[in-house]
C-alpha cells in the first residue's frame, strides 16, 4: 500500500494493520500515510535537539520523547519530538517536526492544523534544506521563523532555547 492507496481506515483498522518495521505510519483522515525511517541527517538534528533541551526540560518537570504515536480525534500523528510538561497530558505541549522531502508537505500543511486543533501549544518546524526553525504559537496565533546566527525560542516556555547554527552542526 503506497501513501494513499487505502481511504477511510478506521482507527481500529490502523491498529491491526501489518506495518513495516522500516517504515513510519500514520493516520490522518482516514487515509494512511507511510514514509521511510529518518535520515541520518534527520537523526543527527533530532539527536542534538533532545540533548540541548535536556537539562532545561529536566528544570522545568518537563520530559522529551521522540517517534511516539499521539491519537487523537481518529488519526495518529508520529511527531520528531514531543515535549510534555503534566505526565498525565494524553496531548504534548510543543511538537517538533524535522522536514523530510517524504514528509514535508503533510508536515507543513494538514499536521501543522492538525497540532493546532488537537490543543498542541507549540509547533516547531526544522528545516534541513533551508536551515531554518520556524516556531508556531498556537496560544498567541503567532509564528516567527529563526535562522542561520540566530537564536530560536520557546514563547511559552522561554527557557527553552536552541542556536540555530548548533541544530544544523555548522
Given at each position: 500500500m503506497n501513501a494513499?492507496?487505502?481511504?477511510?481506515?478506521?482507527?481500529?483498522?490502523?491498529?491491526?494493520?501489518?506495518?513495516?518495521?522500516?517504515?513510519?505510519?500514520?493516520?490522518?483522515?482516514?487515509?494512511?500515510?507511510?514514509?521511510?525511517?529518518?535520515?541520518?541527517?534527520?537523526?543527527?538534528?533530532?539527536?542534538?535537539?533532545?540533548?540541548?533541551?535536556?537539562?532545561?526540560?529536566?528544570?522545568?518537570?518537563?520530559t522529551a520523547a521522540g517517534e511516539l504515536d499521539i491519537s487523537w480525534d481518529g488519526n495518529v500523528l508520529r511527531p520528531d519530538l514531543v515535549v510534555f510538561c503534566n505526565r498525565d497530558d494524553e496531548i504534548p505541549e510543543i511538537v517538533f517536526e524535522i522536514l523530510s522531502p517524504s514528509t514535508r508537505h503533510r508536515d507543513l500543511g494538514i499536521k501543522l492544523v492538525k497540532y493546532q486543533q488537537?490543543?498542541?501549544?507549540?509547533?516547531?518546524?526544522?528545516?534541513?534544506?533551508a536551515r531554518t526553525i520556524t516556531v508556531h504559537d498556537f496560544v498567541n496565533e503567532h509564528a516567527e521563523t529563526y535562522i542561520i546566527g540566530e537564536t530560536a525560542r520557546s514563547f511559552i516556555r522561554p527557557e527553552l532555547e536552541f542556536e540555530v547554527t548548533g541544530i544544523f552542526g555548522e
Open positions: 494513499a492507496e487505502k481511504l477511510n481506515v478506521t482507527l481500529e483498522e490502523f491498529m491491526q494493520m501489518p506495518k513495516d518495521e522500516h517504515q513510519k505510519y500514520e493516520l490522518i483522515d482516514g487515509i494512511v500515510y507511510m514514509a521511510p525511517s529518518p535520515s541520518r541527517e534527520h537523526q543527527i538534528i533530532a539527536y542534538e535537539l533532545t540533548g540541548q533541551m535536556y537539562h532545561v526540560l529536566k528544570q522545568l518537570g518537563c488537537m490543543g498542541v501549544k507549540e509547533y516547531w518546524i526544522i528545516d534541513p534544506k
